[in-house]
């Protein structure tokens, strides 16, 4: 059931977990979910209750459009991550899921799977990313939206089941690009001026027709769906604010958790646990 103080409990915990270290001897419980995106990769891990343990992120561009461009770069980053979250809770984890975007072809999965095998380790389960991403929203109907580096991913819900997605260009990448021309920065300082709190009223102001183009995608491929309310996730939606620009350009309430970049990483993994 969508619970959004369940939601907030697990993405802080999240949060917390790239932090905080600590001994395990159940290695072989752990399970490992593994995030390749076009803007980062990150893997976070839950131990049997199904708690967030551990996370490690790191910005990467070993993808591109939802598929991988650099197979090698990929490898070293998972087992670098790896490696990192290895050292720090004393164990060698064995078990991973991961997730690819809706209507990924087999041979593109495949890929995914043996970035992931590289690394040492098993591969006990594939989820579509819009279902890892409700295995923490729990939602019944309404429209997942997914806002990374490259494209506005949505996914209408409706019984619990993704009924409709789609997926078009216009993500975080292009909110860098606006602040590049606009403000006459670098693309790293764009990326940093996006994450800058003293920053957000001015970067909102700037980037607006970028959001109101988002918002714009998720209008025209909603048509026809009865959809009753926004669930906000992926690391553009950080930017304060996001939610109020949809909620005011569909009409709909729009619901953001705290820290919605980490959603489908984390449900990567509490969506395979829960299958098993
Ligand atoms: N605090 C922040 N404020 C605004 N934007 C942010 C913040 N943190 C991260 N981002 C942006 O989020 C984007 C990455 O989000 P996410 O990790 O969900 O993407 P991804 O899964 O790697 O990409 P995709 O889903 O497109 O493959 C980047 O464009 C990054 O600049
Ligand atoms: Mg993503």
Redesign the pocket.
Known sequence: MFDPRRIDYLLSEAARSMEQNGEFSQEQELLVGV?L????V?LVVLDPSGKPVACEMEASQV?RD?LVVDYMGAVETVKRLKGRIEDRLGVTLHRAAIAVPPGTAPADQKTHRYIVEACDMDVVCILEEPVAANAVLQIESGVIV??????T?LSVIRDGKVVFTADEAT???H??LVLMGGRKVSFEQA?EM??NSALQQEVLRAVLPVLQKMASIVQANIQGFEVDCVYLV???C??PGIEEVFARELGIPTYKPQNP?LV?PLGIALGCAQQM
Request: net charge negative; hydrophobic share 25%; charged share 15%.
């Open positions: 995030d995106g076009t803007a980062y990150v993808l939802g997914d806002i990374g580096g490259g494209t991913g993500g975080g990448t909110i860098s990326e996006k994450k992926g690391g553009t950080c930017l970049l489908t």
